[in-house]
C-alpha cells in the first residue's frame, strides 16, 4: 500500500446499485426485481437492437474514433454541430473528462452535497478540491452555491433533475444563476434525466451553450435503455470541445455503443412508450405512497425518493429478501431514505406490496 | 481557449490508424484494406458472436461493474485469483487508471522514446512527467531505462512485444533489470501483443506479480478480435489491484465486451487459427521485402516495422491510393519507415503489391 497514492487509499468507491444476478447468486431467489439503478424498464429499443446484431462482425475493428455517423444524427436531433459534441464511456466518463480540461491543481470545483456522487469521487481521484454546497428543500440551493465560489473555483456540477431527489431547477433559477456567476466559472449542466421531463418551466439548456461557458451532459443509458453499453455526451462551444477531445482516450466508445444510440435516436416510438410508462408509474407509485402514509418528494425524473422514517438500509436489506431491488441512501447523506426507480406497472406493484410490509 | 488547463492546450492527440469508412468517403475507392491498427485479420470468434447475440437485450441494464464471471473465467485462464484482476475500458483506460493510482503529483514516469504513445499522452493528460529513453537497435534499452532513474520515479511502462518494433525483451534481460532496480519502483509490463509470440525466451511474466511490483496489461483487442468492444485487463498483486478498483470509473466496462471476452477466452480453436494466419502472414511478408529489397525489423508480434528508405508518410498516402491502409511512423519518431499489420493472405498479397508500385 505504501506506493499507492495517499489521496487513493482514502477514497470510498462508488457503490453501484446492487445486480440482479449477484442478488440471485447470494439469496438464491428466483424472482428479482431491480429498481435501483434508474435504468429503462422497457429494455432496449427494438431499432437499436438491429443495429448490435448488424455491426457485431466488424468488432476486430477498432470503433470510429471520433463517432463520425452518431455525432452527424445528433447533430440533426439537438440542432447543434459535430463540433459541439464529444462522445464518451457513459457520461460518467466525460465528468472525468471535464475536470481534466479545466480545472488546474490547485482550483476547486462546486456541486451539491446531495447529488451524483461520481463528481466528488471522480474529483478526488483528480485530487481535485470539492466544495458542497447542502440542498435547499432537497433541491440545488444555486445561491448557497454562488456564495461558495471563490477565486480559485473553475467548475460547477448542477444535475438538473437532481439525482437522487428528482427535484429541479427552473428556467427563471438558472438564468439568474448564470449571470450572477463569475465568467471564468464553468457550469456543467449533468442533464441524465432530461427526457422524463413534465413540467414546463425547466431550462431550455441547449440556448446556454453558445454564449455561456455551461457544458452539458446527456446520456443514452436511462431513457435510452443503453445502460449497459456505456454511452453519454457532451454538447459544448467548439473550443471547449476540440480540448475535451484530446482529453478523452482515442477509443472511449466501443462500436456497438455508437450504433445502438444512433438507431435509438431513431426510434421515437420507444422514447414515447418509456415517457408513457414512466409518467403512469409515477403516478402509481405516489397514490400508493400516500396511501401507505410515507412522504416523499416529488419527483421530474423517472426514481423517487422516499422517506421510510427509519434506518433505509435496513428497508433496502428486507425488501431485497423478498425480491425487490432498491437504493439505500446512506452513501448521499440520507439515512432515512430510499430511491424507487419507477418500473413496469408489475414491477411497481411488487415493490409497493414489499414496502407495505416492510415500512 | 482560456479556460482551458495550459497543459492540455499543448497535447498533440493520439493519431488512431485511418479507419476503411473514413478512406472510403475521403477517396471514394470502394476496395479497401486496413493493415494499420494491428486487428486480428479473421473478424470476431464465432463463440464471442454468439455471447453478444445472447446479451443483447439485457442492455438496459447497468453491467456488471465488478465484472464476477469474466473475472472468474479470466482466473483459470491465467491461474491467478479474482482478487489479481482489473477490468478496463481497453488496456489503454487501465494505463490512466495505474498513472492515478501510483503517481503523485511531483513523481515522473520512464519509458522509451519509441513505444506506444498512450503512456506519454495520458500521463501528460494527468500532469505526469514522463522521461524518455532511446531506443537501442529497435529494443527497449533497459539498462539505459535503469541509468533515468532517480529518486522521484513511480511507473516504468515496458511494451512487450514493443509497438511499434515489434522486439521484445526476453526473460534474462527482464529478470537483471527487475532485480536492479529500487524496491519503490512499479513496472507495468504491456503484454498486448503476447500472443503472438514465437519464441522460447520471453519473460515468464505471470511469475513476476506475486514478488514484485510489477503489473501486467494484457488485451482482447489483437489476438481476440475485440478492438470494437474495448476491453482489457490488468494482473497484479491484490494490495495494488484493489486500489485500481477504487480508481477505474464503476461501469467502465460494458457488457457486451464481458460477455464477448468470457466466450472469446473459451474459443481455442479461433485464437490457434489467429496465430497460424499471423505467422504464416509473417513469412510471406518477410520474404516478399526480402525480394523487394526493403528492410524490416524482425518482429514477434502482428505487424512489421519497415524502412521505406524515404518518407514514410508519402508511402502511406500513396499507398492509400491504392486501397492500402498502412500507418506511418511520423509520430513515434520513425519518419523512413511504415508499419504494416499482418492481415489474412490475400491481404498481404494485396499490400505487397501495393508496396511494391510505391516503394
Redesign the interface.
Known sequence: ??????I??K?T??K??K????TRRELGLRDII?LA?N??????SPK??KA??KN??????????YG?YLKKKLSRTFGVSSSNLVLG??S??LI?VVI??????DENIITSASTFL?YAI?AG???RKVILAALKDFKYDLEGIRRKINKKT?LIFIANPNNPTGTYVNKRELDVFLKSIPK?V?VVLDEAYDTFIDVDDFPESLSYYKTR?VILLKTF?KAY??????IGFAIANS??CS?M???R????V????QA?ALASLEDREFLRKTKKAIWAGKQYLYDSLDAIGLTYVPSVANFILVNVEKSGIKVFKKMLTRGVIVRDMQQYGLKDYIRITIGTMAENRKCINALKKVA
Chains 1, 2 share one sequence.
Open positions: 500500500m505504501g506506493l499507492v497514492r495517499k487513493i487509499r477514497i468507491p462508488y453501484a446499485g445486480p440482479i444476478d449477484e431491480k439503478s435504468e429503462n424498464p422497457l429494455g432496449v437499436a437492437l448490435i446484431l457485431s462482425k466488424d468488432l476486430n475493428r477498432y470503433p470510429d474514433s463520425y464511456n457513459g460518467d466518463e472525468d481534466k480540461t479545466f480545472v488546474e491543481e461520481e471522480i481521484v483528480n485530487s473553475k471564468d464553468v461557458n443509458s435503455g443503453l445502460a449497459g453499453l456505456r473550443e471547449f480540448c477531445e484530446k482529453v482516450q482515442p477509443f472511449n466501443n462500436a456497438l455503443a445502438a
